[in-house]
């Protein structure tokens, strides 16, 4: 009987999730030499520096295999998403839904016609553009809290943003057919794939969520289980997701609006999850970075370049035009548009979705999205900061205050006046 291993080396998940932490600490830590670039940045440069496009130290296998862990890394992401949005809030704030609905509109149509003008196809435009909706949320977490924002136009920002991502899912659901179409695929996938992905999910999310309120309420003298019973059931729900073939992006989503919206009492929903978070955030960044192919990214410079000013005009005009036609002062409505600019999860989970499920548009997709977001993720923290001074907001700065970007605890994230 062989004791020793054979050769080449069978490496496992465990292993491939230590190397993208290590790239990334190591990306993390330069950045912190130039203050104004944000580690997201720097996770990103390592990951495509050690990535099968430049030295190859983590091959396209080893990045198939460490999937699993992304999943989990954006599962945890969008369930800390969906626990800003409180639909009974919604319900009593139309306008807030009615200006996110239009901005979404006008962002899509901006990148849409901008990468059709680039000759990029129909198809590929759209999905383009359904991501350029998203927004991120952990830059303006992490920016309010360095500077200690609290007031309106924070909580108002914090809202939109959330809404930016569900709409980005349901634009992107929208274009399912035609994507499943484009691949030949059976007329009974054409058309019932899309909403069974996306009611399913739905479901799930709706029974796993009120499972995990009833555990919650029966161990709630037992604080210290909460938070094995969230990323249990964060992690039931994407195990689900998986074997029924639904979004495991939406399921986890659905997951944090239900318990968001069903808790009377803090149980769950303020659950702070710690600086372990990170660890997830940082492999997301790592992975995303070693996906780029920077050959493409060169040769889709001029998309990348239409789809950042595009998105950004529209963000940025569209809220400032509606907020403003809704009362709110010029300033204040300037600023707002400005905090929904920065993108990052969501963006990077549907590209992901789209390499997997339809490989004919995951090159030109990839290539402007990604390299979009290390812009966006570049420029993005320091014009919410500056925005945030301009809100009019109440600012206290803690000079000892050091969160990581991706620290998104559901009880900053509702800071503020409530609707």
């Not at 139309?94 to 198809?123: I, K, N, Q, W």
């Not at 239900?258 to 660890?279: K, M, Q, Y």
Request: glycine share 8%; aromatic share 8%; proline share 5%.
């Amino acid at each position: 009987m062989e004791f020793l291993p054979t050769l080449p080396l069978a490496y496992n998940t465990l292993f491939f999730f230590g190397v993208l932490l290590l790239c990334g600490v190591i990306g993390g830590y330069l950045t912190h030499r130039w203050p104004w670039l944000p580690s997201i940045t720097g996770f990103m440069i390592v990951g495509l520096l050690a990535g099968p496009n430049v030295f190859n130290l983590v091959g396209a296998e080893t990045l198939a295999q460490s999937r699993i862990i992304i999943d989990v890394a954006l599962g945890l992401i969008l369930y800390r998403l969906g626990l800003t949005l409180d639909m009974k809030q919604l319900v009593r704030d139309r306008p807030l839904v009615l200006a996110s609905l239009a901005e979404s509109a006008l962002t899509f149509v901006t990148v849409y016609l901008g990468m059709v003008m680039l000759d990029l196809g129909t198809l590929t435009a759209a999905v383009i553009a359904a991501l350029a909706v998203s927004s991120s949320p952990a830059v303006l977490i992490h920016v309010a809290h360095e500077v200690g924002a609290k007031g309106p136009v924070t909580e108002r920002a914090k809202r939109l943003v959330a809404l930016n991502n569900v709409f980005a899912f349901l634009i992107f659901s929208a274009l399912l057919p035609l994507l499943y179409r484009e691949a030949n695929a059976p007329l009974s996938t054409v058309l019932g794939g899309p909403a069974y992905s996306l009611l399913g999910s739905v479901v799930v999310g709706l029974i796993v969520g009120f499972v995990l309120h009833r555990a919650a309420k029966l161990t709630q003298a037992a604080h210290q289980y909460q938070l094995a019973l969230v990323i249990g059931a964060v992690s039931l729900t994407l195990g689900l997701a998986m074997a029924l073939k639904l979004s495991v992006l939406f399921a986890p989503l659905v997951l944090g609006v239900v318990v968001r919206s069903i808790e009377h009492e803090d149980l769950l929903a303020n659950l702070e999850f710690g600086p372990g978070f990170e660890l997830f955030f940082i492999a997301l960044f790592v992975y995303a970075g070693a996906n780029m192919h920077l050959a493409s990214v060169m040769d889709y410079a001029p998309a990348v370049a239409v789809f950042v000013l595009g998105r950004f005009i529209a963000k940025w005009l569209g809220i400032t035009l509606i907020a403003r036609q809704q009362g709110m002062q010029l300033q204040q409505a300037s600023a707002l548009g400005l905090l929904l600019i920065p993108m990052a999860g969501l963006a990077i989970g549907l590209v992901n979705t789209t390499a997997t499920m339809f490989p004919q548009q995951s090159l030109a997709v990839g290539s402007v999205v990604l390299a979009a977001v290390a812009v966006l993720e570049t420029i993005g923290p320091p014009i919410a900061a500056k925005a945030l001074r301009w809100s009019g907001d109440e600012l206290s700065p803690d000079p000892n205050y050091e969160v990581p970007i991706a620290e998104l605890t559901p009880a900053q994230a509702n800071d503020g006046p409530k609707a």
